[in-house]
């Protein structure tokens, strides 16, 4: 099931905007909202930075994986709109990295 999951994305089978909206936008933010606060549970609990750093980071491949499902289904679609959720999740991806 989450083979299916990662499949439909990555082959574009799932709409551009639902892509972009709910599973990036929704669904990626609230996962590294979780995981921020987590790593800033585990600072102030004194654990070690490798695991604060470890927990921080731990959604950077998935918010990888997120922004190429969405260049591909957009490159797929073409147009005026698919050109800005690429231009959109390329800024939410430095976004996430950084912040």
């Known amino acids: 099931m989450i083979a299916d999951f990662f499949r439909s994305r990555w082959l574009g089978e799932v709409s551009l905007d639902r892509l972009f909206r709910r599973d990036m936008m929704l669904v990626g933010t609230v996962i590294n909202m979780a995981s921020s606060a987590a790593a800033l549970i585990l600072l102030g609990l004194k654990m070690p930075l490798g695991l ?27 147009g005026a709109m698919a050109s800005l959720f690429m231009l959109g999740s390329a800024l939410w991806l430095i976004a996430t990295i950084v912040v």
């Open 52 to 78: 604060v750093l470890a927990v921080h980071f731990a959604p950077v491949l998935y918010n990888i994986f997120l922004t190429l499902a969405v260049w591909r289904t957009a490159e797929k679609a073409g």
